[in-house]
């Protein structure tokens, strides 16, 4: 056994399972704060919307998951199995193979209960603030309150000699800004608050995105709507009616929006619309965390982080597990997870502050040459083999043979070979019995 911390961990979701699991594996007492009274964060559905649709009123009461009823999975299992814990289909269960919410939650509720981590959480327990108090000892106050009715909270102080931030980073919703925003009269909202398609009945609806809640939301939304059209940022996007759909559109991004209504997108077309839905991402948000400026947080960067996980001047004892996307995210997670946990218990180590610090440079600085925004700082699209290698060798995890051919990039090319009916068109059991027959060649 290496040395042993009193460390807390906030947030009960995929990350924090994660790093609980990870944490006691490696001999640290853990203490696991979560707000919501289940595990699974993200995956636990709630019908219940937030008062402000478009999520800007800071005071507004915040509801975490951004899940709608219908969601399926956008990975297979295979890609939301952790390395030694399958997400297989259990009898009696959702038998598809890209999982509805309902049986990822099950997944992650059965992987709590099998490693004993009911018991190291604390739910209904918010993380108001966390702060180091003691650099030399390096002793952080977490302060938490749990409600004890419908108006008074009790908060309370504990201290940890390390603390792992596995939060969530789907719930603070990021919106699109364009001219006329503001004064337009319709009803605009981010997909944070869609449910269900019922509302956009016989309504002509803007949304503007292409990821894939975007992708799931028009194709829901448009057998009941009057006319659905997708504002899609990307360059090269000009006006085109899709086939197989009577009312859905794509669209360049939005140019304008005019008090009449009406909506002017860049490529000259004009639409009178009902609804505007912002499926435009997420911000990463610490209200609690007061580092001193130690740690910047702009929404779409967190930094400076080496690796994305320590901040260089408060490491081992303050990390992140969970800011990447568009990467296999369960496995990257799990992976951080058991660095963080070697790291804390010394059989990891740490380069130098300086060392880690010029790492970060580093990265920033090939981003600018490349002319990448540092809104893509934590997105792995084109780096996730690489990284994930990496991760592994820190924590000396063996990962299975030819497990890069199962990457975000991999799967990407799937599903554009698949077409919009991926989830039912893409036979996943035989892609990989494919990849495991070559790797015995
Ligand atoms: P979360 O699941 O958000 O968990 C964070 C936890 O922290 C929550 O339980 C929350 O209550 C708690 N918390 C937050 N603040 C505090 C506080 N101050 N004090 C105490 N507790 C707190 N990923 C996939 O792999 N496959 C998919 O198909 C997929 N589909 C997705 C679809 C949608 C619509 C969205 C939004 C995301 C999807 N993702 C998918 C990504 C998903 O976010 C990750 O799979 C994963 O659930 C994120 O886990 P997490 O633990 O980082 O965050």
Redesign the pocket.
């Known amino acids: 056994m290496g040395q042993s911390y009193k460390v807390a961990v906030?947030?009960?979701?995929?990350?924090?399972l994660l790093t609980a699991r990870e944490l006691q594996r490696e001999g640290h007492r853990v203490t696991v704060?979560?707000?919501?009274d289940k595990?699974?964060?993200?995956?636990?559905y709630n019908s219940r919307v937030e008062s402000d649709l478009l999520g800007v009123d800071p005071n507004r009461e915040i509801v975490?998951s951004?899940?709608?009823r219908s969601?399926q999975?956008?990975?297979p299992r295979q890609?939301?199995s952790f390395l030694d814990y399958p997400f297989l289909k259990k009898q009696g269960g959702d038998q598809r193979t890209f999982a509805g919410h309902e049986e990822v939650l099950r997944f992650l509720q059965d992987f709590a209960r099998d490693f004993g981590l009911m018991e190291l959480i604390r739910f209904g327990?918010?993380?108001?603030r966390v702060e180091l108090v003691d650099e030399l000892t390096h002793e952080w106050v977490v302060e938490?309150r749990s409600r004890q009715n419908e108006s008074t909270w009790e908060s309370k102080e504990e201290v940890f000699e390390a603390v792992v931030i596995?939060?969530?980073?789907?719930?603070e919703p990021k919106i699109a800004e364009f001219p006329g925003r503001e004064t337009w009269p319709g009803l605009q909202m981010h997909s944070h608050s869609y449910r269900i398609p019922q509302l956009f009945e016989n309504k002509i609806v803007v949304l503007i995105g292409n990821g894939?809640?975007a992708f799931d939301i028009v194709r829901e939304i448009s057998p009941l709507a009057k006319q659905v059209h997708q504002a899609i940022r990307s360059p090269g996007f000009r006006l085109i009616k899709l086939q197989n759909y009577d009312n859905l559109w794509q669209h360049s991004m939005i140019r304008c929006a005019h008090k009449d209504g009406k909506v002017e997108f860049q490529d000259g077309s004009v639409v009178d619309a009902d609804v505007i839905i912002h499926c435009t991402g997420y911000k990463y948000h610490y209200p609690?965390l007061k580092s001193n400026g130690v740690v910047t947080v702009d929404g779409d960067h967190v930094g400076p982080l080496y690796k994305h996980v320590f901040p260089p001047n408060l490491a081992p004892w303050l990390s992140f597990?969970?800011l990447n996307y568009r990467a296999?995210?369960?496995r990257v997670?799990e992976l951080q997870a058991k660095w963080v946990a070697k790291v804390l218990s010394g059989k990891a180590e740490l380069p130098s502050k300086e060392a880690m610090t010029c790492s970060v440079e580093k990265l920033y600085g090939e981003m600018e040459k490349n002319g990448r925004s540092k809104h893509y700082t934590h997105c792995l699209q084109n780096g996730e083999v690489e990284y994930v290698s990496w991760l592994a060798a820190q924590s000396d995890t063996r990962l299975p043979t030819r497990w890069e051919e199962i990457s975000f990039n991999t799967i990407v090319k799937r599903v554009l070979y698949c077409g919009e009916n991926y989830r039912d068109a893409w036979d996943v059991d035989d892609w990989i019995e494919d990849i495991r027959c070559c790797s015995k060649i």
């Not at 704060?33 to 919501?36: G, I, Q, R, T, V």
């Not at 595990?39 to 636990?44: E, F, I, P, S, Y």
């Not at 327990?125 to 108001?128: A, F, N, P, R, S």
Request: net charge negative; aromatic share 10%.
């Open positions: 906030i947030g009960a979701g995929t990350a924090g704060f979560e707000k919501a595990v699974g964060g993200t995956w636990l975490h951004s899940l709608y969601l999975a956008n990975l890609a939301m327990h918010e993380v108001i938490s596995c939060n969530g980073n789907n719930t894939p809640s609690f597990v969970g296999i995210v369960f997670m």
